[in-house]
């Protein structure tokens, strides 16, 4: 049996994922990646590896997912909508 997604949680790691592209995204239009975090970085070269580099909502599904994951998250998060 699985263990129900925890709606708080996930609501601070969708939360967390929106903000962090955002301003990760900002600055490398600023020609600023060096100034993102090692973590962030190496996120937007993997994006850039599939060919999504360009494509928020999934910059942002992604990272939701894993921080919904490194916070514990058993399950898939919950959809969001977004």
């Known amino acids: 049996m699985t263990e129900p997604s ?16 955002e301003v990760w995204l900002a600055l490398v239009e600023q020609g600023q990646l ?17 060919e999504k580099l360009g494509d928020k909502k999934f910059a942002i599904e992604e990272l939701y997912k894993l921080y919904y994951q490194k916070a514990g998250g058993k399950v898939p998060p919950p959809a969001h909508g977004g």
């Open 34 to 50: 060096a100034t993102v975090s090692p973590f962030g970085q190496m996120f937007f070269y993997q994006l850039k590896r599939l």
């Open 6 to 21: 925890d709606p708080s949680a996930a609501q601070e790691c969708l939360r967390r994922a929106i903000a962090d592209v």
